[in-house]
Nanobody, 127 residues
Framework: QVQLVESGGGLVQTGDSLRLSCAASGRTLSSYAMAWFRRAPGKEREFVAAISRSGISTDYTDSVKGRFTISTENAKNTVYLQMNSLKPEDTAVYYC????????????????????WGQGTQVTVSS
């Protein structure tokens, strides 16, 4: 079992950058495919970005492609979400999630595929 703790959220202005971190404990991150999801006020939780447990494969929702980058640092057992050129529509609570996958290159983009979740970190982008 793995425990996930997000950090790095905050209040920023349009065009600013933030880097979210998700620290894992209990198991090594290389055992899991990882992802970031977000839930905006009044909306359903949505997929943002995912990375395979090998780190080779990634996927992003269209609205963040070219602005967000997901990465892992196995030495720190941490997954990151670098967010650039932030927009007010990026305002949400961001959650990281971990999934056990058979193949090391599998990317999981649906929330139902994830076994473990963090508590979330708030990102607010002002216009």
């Amino acid at each position: 079992q793995v425990q996930l703790v997000e950090s790095g959220g905050g209040l920023v202005q349009t065009g600013d950058s933030l880097r979210l971190s998700c620290a894992a404990s209990g198991r090594t991150l290389s055992s899991y495919a990882m992802a970031w999801f977000r839930r905006a006020p009044g909306k359903e939780r949505e997929f943002v970005a995912a990375i395979s447990r090998s780190g080779i494969s990634t996927d992003y929702t269209d609205s963040v492609k070219g602005r967000f980058t997901i990465s892992t640092e196995n030495a720190k057992n941490t997954v990151y979400l670098q967010m650039n050129s932030l927009k007010p529509e990026d305002t949400a609570v961001y959650y990281c999630a971990a999934a056990l996958t058979y193949r090391s290159t599998t990317v999981v983009v649906t929330s139902s595929g994830y076994n473990y979740w963090g508590q979330g970190t708030q990102v607010t982008v002002s216009s």
